[in-house]
């Protein structure tokens, strides 16, 4: 079937906010489609590149970031925060384990997110949910609420000053990190989406690499089908719900050609259901011959809502997910090949547990989050001191001679 960047429309699009003026957003989005470009094509191959590497057992991948960009909580000290954060935890991973670290933040666009449950209702009101910057505001009124697309080009521009912004602690640094979403707001990636130079491949310029959520990624999906035809890497949520067929029936949309580099697939099942859930999906990868990246987002499975009604996350969850992972992928002759965070530089208290031993009636002290819960950098630190560990031990199992990225 012909791809177009709008090809997604003949399609099922769910998690999609209802815009009073469809009209109005049409003219966003072409004005946008005139914008430059926020990331380049060759920037999107050398990650290509990069994770194909860690495919290959020579790299590993780190991802994270923010749950959710904030409009509010921009500023370069913001960006500096998430910036270090990230290349702190891959400076204890690469010394602990002798693997070099794919650096790929949750940043300079990740402003859309996925909601259980729309309407959002508070007593006796029923407001449309919160669905990212992106969108609406987070204040609980119908004037926030109301879906605006003019906060696309808002997004647009702090997408591209924080880019700047990674760019340059980059260069100083020596390490690049490269940016990633979930590409949720179809409107918007649509009107960001280019062609290369010779004219042959269509690329998504909002971030060099964007994925698909676990709500997105059913048959008949407008977010599969519009992910298809890009030539960036693609990442696909993978939650309990996945069965292998359907995994293999994606691969096929999304992976026709088998090339290294295109697929990361981020496992998030949760402690309960990841030894039970995994296998199954290695063994019908690795049956097929994909050569796709396993990433573990060791997160979202693990989210419960304490009795004051806050959404945590026990880092003894989270741990206990990644070492399941990391059993699971060695169990099944597969690498574990990445993982999947959600962060911050800031000194926040979402998530219980740790050396800190944050208790739930801490919580409310410093609390943020415009979503979902967050590890603080300590907690954060935590967790990549496990991986360089579980990563130590697969490399000295499977991998003695490590190579070095492109």
């Known amino acids: ?27 966003v989005t072409r004005e946008l489609a005139a914008y430059p470009p926020l990331v380049r094509p ?10 194909a590497e860690a495919q290959a057992g020579r790299a590993f991948l780190l991802q994270g970031g923010d749950c959710a960009e904030s409009f509010a909580e921009f500023s370069p000290h913001t960006i500096a925060g998430s910036v270090g954060l990230i290349n702190a935890m891959a400076a204890r991973i690469a010394a602990a384990s002798g693997v070099p670290v794919v650096r790929v933040g949750r940043i300079a666009g990740q402003f859309a997110k996925p909601r259980t449950a729309d309407p959002e209702v508070r007593g006796a009101r029923s407001l449309p949910a919160y669905r990212g910057d992106i969108v609406n ?42 940016s990633s979403h979930e590409a949720l707001l179809l409107p918007f990636e649509e009107a960001l989406v280019r062609r290369d130079d010779s004219g042959d491949r269509w690329w998504g310029s909002s971030a060099h690499m964007l994925w698909i959520g676990d709500r997105t990624r059913f048959p008949g999906s407008a977010h599969v089908e519009f992910a298809r035809g890009l030539a960036n890497p693609i990442g696909v949520k993978c ?8 995994l293999l029936r994606l691969l096929d949309l999304l992976d026709p050609e ?27 990868v690795k049956g097929e011959g994909r050569p796709v990246l ?19 996350r026990r880092l003894g969850d989270v741990f206990a997910e990644l070492g399941a992972f990391f059993a699971a992928t060695a ?11 959600e962060m911050t530089g800031r000194d926040v208290v979402e998530c219980t547990g740790g050396a800190a031993g944050v208790s739930e009636a801490e919580l409310g002290e410093r609390y943020d989050s415009h979503c979902d819960p967050r ?31 492109a």
């Open 1 to 27: 079937m012909d791809w177009s960047p709008s090809s997604w429309r003949g399609f099922e699009a769910r998690q999609q906010p209802a815009y009073a003026d469809p009209q109005a957003l049409a003219a």
């Open 42 to 51: 060759d920037e999107v191959e050398a990650l290509r590149s990069a994770l």
């Open 137 to 178: 505001g987070l204040a609980f009124d119908p004037a926030a609420r109301g879906a605006d697309p003019e906060r696309l080009f808002r997004a647009w521009a702090q997408s591209a000053a924080t880019l700047s912004h990674v760019r340059t602690i980059a260069d100083a640094e020596g390490a690049p990190i490269w």
């Open 239 to 246: 939650g309990p719900s996945l069965d292998p067929d359907a």
């Open 258 to 284: 088998r090339a290294p580099g295109r697929i990361t697939l981020i496992a998030r099942m949760g402690r309960s259901e990841v030894e039970r859930r995994l296998p199954p999906l290695l063994r019908a």
């Open 294 to 312: 396993w990433s573990c987002d060791p997160m979202h499975g693990n989210t419960i809502e304490t009795s004051s009604g806050l959404k945590t």
């Open 331 to 341: 169990g099944e002759g597969a690498a574990a090949g990445g993982v999947h965070v």
């Open 375 to 405: 590890l603080n950098a300590a907690q954060a630190l935590e967790l990549a001191d496990l991986t360089a560990r579980l990563l130590a031990g697969r490399v000295g199992a499977s991998c003695p001679t490590v190579g070095s990225t």
